[in-house]
Structure formats: C-alpha cells, structure tokens
C-alpha cells in the first residue's frame, strides 16, 4: 500500500486482506455489523483495534491511524 493511502481505504484493504467483514469482525472480537457500520460510515478503525489488526493482517498502523500514529518523515527532530 503506498503511503497517501487514505485510512478508509486502508481498513477496505484490512477487510479484503481478512476476507470478509465476519472474519475481520471475529479476529477483532467485534460484530460483523460493527465492521460494516464503520465502512457504511466511512469511519476509521478505532484506535483499540488498530495494532492488533496491523499483526495479523500486516497493514501499517501509520496508514490506518495516522492520527495516532504518523509517519516520521527523515531528518526531522
């Protein structure tokens, strides 16, 4: 994934990398319909499940929640 990803396209590559929103929904211990309202509403992953998400399924915390977790750039302090 390249970084300008934006965090809702990151957690539509989350849900495609799981297989189906159930399965996302069963790794992250919430229900199916949760992971569907946070897509309807083009929301973000909430902060709670995001490192789990980035072990098990390998996309970056900085693309899901670069709110929380932004990229450092090179060189700077």
């Known amino acids: 994934m390249e970084q300008d ?4 396209e990151a957690l539509e590559h989350l ?7 159930s399965q996302l929904a069963r790794h992250l211990g919430v229900s199916q319909s949760t992971v569907w309202k946070w897509l309807q ?3 973000r992953l909430p902060a709670e ?7 098990v399924y390998g996309i970056s915390r900085h693309l899901l ?4 977790y932004p990229t ?6």
């Open 15 to 21: 849900v495609k990398n799981a297989g189906s929103q």
């Open 41 to 43: 509403s083009s929301k």
């Open 65 to 68: 929640r670069p709110d929380i």
């Open 49 to 55: 499940h995001v490192l789990k998400a980035e072990r």
């Open 72 to 77: 450092e750039s090179v060189g700077q302090w």
């Open 5 to 8: 990803t934006t965090p809702f």
